[in-house]
């Protein structure tokens, strides 16, 4: 009688899952995908948490909540700006395959049009806020807020309408050759890394950290590592639903993504090791968080198209890239405050290549592979370019960098007006307390 009724329960629990996920909604989702696809953007909107903490942690006590302030408020001025005319140039009918015409100022009453909308708007976040942990330490607040609202509304959406384009008619020109970026790894993560590229060219590094006689980089240590683990640990749970989610449905295809994700991203922290081994250097935390963080960033264009091994083979060199893309820098004299630009820039683009190299079914297509190379320098192109000039623009303005009196203050102070540690900061902002006889 028991074995009945606990049969009778999941008979009646496989019915009610079935009769959700065959539901359609207005737009062509079914309820189950709806609730997956919110799911996912939940994920991804904690993602903003991770690069919070990550970010604040490899900054300074003074900078701490201006770098959090950043994070903050690129979701918030994001969501409204990509909603307003971000979501049309990226998916509106795109009848001439570099940008939408329509869709602006979204007010649909179509749950498809809504869902899409709201996991869409968390990668316009994520896209901006890369930009920030580069650029930390030195930049003005509002300045950087301009240069967030244009990589939002602009830059990100109107290359992004070349690949995934035309969700609402039409179609991309860089999705019409067969480029392959599942999830973004150029269309997110390199298209964030190289306006932060263009950031830190225009606003030059931090005071002290090039020896001005030898021309060598000095270390500027972050204040907080326990938050750079803990913010690597929550930005690998969100890339689950930020690949995961990518799929726009409930499918079987998730799990294959959700591994290979896992996969590389572990194998990106294991290249990271290795490479410290083959330069003699020590085995660092912050290496190490970022080695796994490529990994992911790599695996995102070919999570739903690659086997789980060729997931392993594009970690472990995602890894390398980003500590060799770390060195180049400092070579370069160009100060990445948090690893940015090698971790979703340089990892970004091998994991884009990778995805037409490791296509399965079909490896090592010349063709494929000189498609996305050729998507790979589209992105640099108009993305670099237009960041360039909008930080040089800014710069003129309204003035980019902070000055160097504001930098020694530290940004919480001369930004914000807070501390986010009183207790361990010494401020003008700290008066003697009176006590009442």
Known sequence: MR?????????????????????????????????????????????????????????RVKNAVNVLMKNYMDVCIGSLIFWAIGYGLMFGHNITGFVGTSMFFVDSSSTSTLTLLLFQTMFAATAATIASGAMAERVRYHAYLIGALFIVGFIYPVFGSWVWGGAHGGNGWLSDLGFVDFAGSTVVHSVGAWCALAGIIVAGPRIGRFDPSTDKPREIPGHNLTLVALGGFILWLGWFGFNGGSTLAASADVGMIAFNTHISAAAGAAGA????????????????????????????????????????????????????????????????????????????????????????????????????????????????????????????????????????????????????????????????????P
């Open 3 to 59: 074995i009945a009724f606990t049969q009778l329960g999941i008979g009646v629990i496989a019915a009610l899952y079935s009769s959700v996920a065959v539901a359609e909604t207005d737009g062509g989702m079914s309820s189950g995908d709806v609730i997956w696809i919110v799911t996912a953007s939940a994920l991804v909107f904690f993602m903003q948490a991770g690069f919070a903490l990550l970010e604040s942690g490899l900054s």
């Open 273 to 436: 090791l290795i490479w410290a081994k083959v330069y003699r250097q020590p085995i660092l935390l912050t290496a190490t968080v970022n080695g796994s963080l490529g990994g992911l960033v790599a695996i995102t264009a070919g999570c739903a198209s690659m086997s789980p091994m060729f997931a392993v083979v594009t970690g472990l060199i995602a890894g390398s890239v980003v500590i060799i893309g770390q060195r180049l820098l400092l070579s370069l004299k160009l100060d990445d405050v948090v690893g940015a630009i090698p971790v979703h820039g340089f990892a970004g683009a091998w994991g884009t290549l990778a995805a037409g190299l490791f296509y399965q079914g079909d490896l090592f297509n010349v063709s494929r592979v000189v498609v996305q190379l050729v998507g790979i320098g589209a992105a640099f192109l108009w993305t670099f370019t237009f960041a360039l000039l909008l930080y040089w623009l800014i710069d003129r303005v309204f003035g980019l960098k902070a000055s160097s009196a504001d930098q020694r203050r530290g940004l919480d102070v001369t930004e914000h007006n807070e501390l986010g540690y009183p207790e361990f900061t010494e401020s003008p902002l700290q008066r003697p307390v009176q006590l009442s």
